[in-house]
T-cell receptor, first 114, second 111 residues
Framework: NAGVTQTPKFQVLKTGQSMTLQCAQD?????MSWYRQDPGMGLRLIHY???????DQGEVPNGYNVSRSTTEDFPLRLLSAAPSQTSVYFC?????????????FGQGTRLTVV | QKEVEQDPGPLSVPEGAIVSLNCTYS??????FMWYRQYSRKGPELLMY????GNKEDGRFTAQVDKSSKYISLFIRDSQPSDSATYLC???????????FGTGTSLTVIP
């Protein structure tokens, strides 16, 4: 089992560029989430999905878009990158039956916006 | 005030020591409590989770929840150099999809 796979692992963007962070899971989990991790801030929820076709905003959604066309994939789009979006991004998944525990995280995408 | 407070450390202990890691919280509605281990440049890994109050033990790890004090703890017995990592706590209310994470405590176990 691959678990939760994120690509790319590292990315450098220029201000104003757009890009998509990929996340895929092979555990048939209904719930998927995107977090950002910044020093001194802890993990903060950007967007989440409770199933294919259903997404919602988290704590810090501005500047990001998501869609969920399949159970397996949950890409995160940066519309116009800003230096404030420099962070480490984590995708997570969990089954509906274990929805009260964020169970599986990917290895992260380290993004720098210059 | 943050929903969850966690001392960032760093914490340095000799191999074999008992380690105590702690988080406090302000929202009495939290019912689900989690501890994660995060190695450098890796994703968080779920270590323990508990519901409501009480203790839970898994090998060398024990999680405690004291809802009256709004305080949770993770104890690591017979600590090993491989336990060197950042430990995150997290909490959740019974409804909704929001998890509240602490900022993490950095632990180093010295051989």
């Amino acid at each position: 089992n691959a678990g939760v796979t994120q690509t790319p692992k590292f990315q450098v963007l220029k201000t104003g560029q757009s890009m998509t962070l990929q996340c895929a899971q092979d555990m048939n989990h209904e719930y998927m989430s995107w977090y950002r991790q910044d020093p001194g801030m802890g993990l903060r929820l950007i967007h989440y999905s409770v199933g294919a076709g259903i997404t919602d905003q988290g704590e810090v959604p501005n500047g990001y878009n998501v869609s969920r066309s399949t159970t397996e994939d949950f890409p995160l789009r940066l519309l116009s990158a800003a230096p404030s979006q420099t962070s480490v991004y984590f995708c997570a998944s969990r089954p509906k039956q274990g929805a009260n525990t964020e169970a599986f995280f990917g290895q992260g995408t380290r993004l720098t916006v210059v | 005030q943050k929903e969850v407070e966690q001392d960032p450390g760093p914490l340095s202990v000799p191999e074999g020591a008992i380690v105590s890691l702690n988080c406090t919280y302000s929202n009495s509605a939290f019912q689900y409590f989690m501890w994660y281990r995060q190695y450098s440049r890796k994703g968080p890994e779920l270590l323990m989770y508990t519901y409501s109050s009480g203790n839970k033990e898994d090998g060398r790890f024990t999680a405690q929840v004291d809802k009256s004090s709004k305080y949770i703890s993770l104890f690591i017995r017979d600590s090993q150099p491989s336990d060197s990592a950042t430990y995150l706590c997290a909490m959740k209310r019974p409804t909704g999809n929001q998890f509240y994470f602490g900022t993490g405590t950095s632990l180093t176990v010295i051989p």
